[in-house]
């Protein structure tokens, strides 16, 4: 099947001979094989697993950390829309945590006052923290 990964922060992934794709959804983890239903989902923060057959027919596999948005299923096809989306080669541990940290001390921040404005500050911190802590298991997949 063909796989197509979009994100906002313009890193891109395609490939025609996918085999599987796995990833978090809203309602759980899920994992795409050919043929699979027709859907649409919406996505949580987390690791993306990619398997495809390469030139040679050899079985690869790739992984991402991706952010929240939308995968759309056909028959032969995939297509992911995501806000974040970073190559396991590419992955920073240090900046990983640093955003971790950060969020965690804007969510302590943001529940100590019932400003309608913290909250929000509250919500873009939980954002946050979700799609570094995706980083951070994609970080230990590296082989």
């Known amino acids: 099947m063909k796989l197509k990964i979009l ?3 313009g890193e891109n ?3 025609d001979s996918v085999i599987s794709t796995s990833m978090m959804t809203q309602w759980g983890e899920i994992t795409i094989l050919d043929n699979h239903a027709p859907m649409i989902a919406s996505m949580s923060p987390g690791v993306l697993q990619v398997s495809y057959s390469d030139d040679n027919a050899m079985k690869q596999q790739e992984n991402f950390a ?3 948005w939308v995968v759309e299923v056909s028959l032969w096809s995939v297509k992911v829309m995501v806000d974040m989306l970073v190559d396991v080669d590419k992955v920073d541990k240090g900046k990983a945590q640093e955003a971790k940290d950060r969020a965690l001390t804007m969510m302590e921040e943001a529940k ?3 400003d309608r404005v913290d909250m929000e500050k509250f919500i873009e911190a939980e954002d946050l923290l979700h799609k570094s802590i995706a980083q951070l298991k994609l970080y230990d997949l590296r082989k």
């Open 7 to 9: 994100s906002f922060s």
């Open 66 to 68: 991706i952010g929240s």
């Open 112 to 114: 100590q006052s019932s």
């Open 13 to 15: 992934f395609s490939h």
